[in-house]
C-alpha cells in the first residue's frame, strides 16, 4: 500500500495531532538551525579555522556570514556564470537558505562594486557583476 492510501485510512484526529507533531519538530529544528548559525557566526569573527572551512568546497554554499561573503562565495561556486545581476544572486542565495531580500542583495553588490570587490564588465549596464580578474583566476585552481 501506497504512503497515501495509508494516510487515508487514519482517523482525522490522528492526521492532526501528527500534522501537529511534526510542526513542532520543524519549529525546534528551526530553533536549533538559528542557535546554531550565530554560534557559527561568533566563531567566524574569532577563529580563523571557521572561516576557513567556508572556502572548502563542501561548506561554500551554507548561508553564513556576511552578505558579502555570501555572494562571493555563490559567484566562486558557479564560475561558468560571468555575470550576475541581484535578482539571479538572490534567488541562488534563497535556494540555499539565506534570507536577504533581493534589495539587500543589489545594495550590497553595488557596495562591492563601489570597493571594488566586483566589478561591473559593461559600463552601460549598471546591473550586472561579476569577480575581478584576480579573483576569477582563483577561481580556476
Known amino acids: 500500500m501506497s504512503v497515501v492510501q495509508d494516510l487515508l485510512k487514519s482517523p482525522p484526529k490522528d492526521l ?9 519538530r520543524e519549529r525546534l529544528l ?5 542557535l546554531i548559525e550565530r554560534v557559527f557566526e561568533i566563531l567566524l569573527e574569532n577563529d580563523d579555522s571557521a572561516a576557513d572551512l567556508l572556502n572548502d568546497p563542501d561548506f561554500a554554499l551554507v548561508p553564513i556570514g556576511p552578505l558579502r561573503s555570501q555572494i562571493l562565495r555563490v559567484m566562486k561556486a558557479n564560475p561558468e556564470r560571468k555575470t550576475w545581476v541581484a535578482k539571479r544572486m538572490h534567488d541562488e542565495l534563497s535556494g540555499i537558505g539565506s534570507r536577504a531580500t533581493v534589495d539587500n542583495v543589489r545594495t550590497t553588490m553595488r557596495r562591492m562594486a563601489a570597493n571594488k570587490e566586483l566589478i561591473q564588465p559593461d ?13 576569477r583566476a582563483k577561481q580556476g585552481r
Open 16 to 24: 492532526l495531532n501528527e500534522l501537529k507533531q511534526i510542526r513542532e
Open 30 to 34: 528551526a530553533q536549533e538551525r538559528e
Open 123 to 135: 559600463p552601460t549596464m549598471k546591473l550586472r557583476f561579476a569577480l575581478p580578474p584576480k579573483q
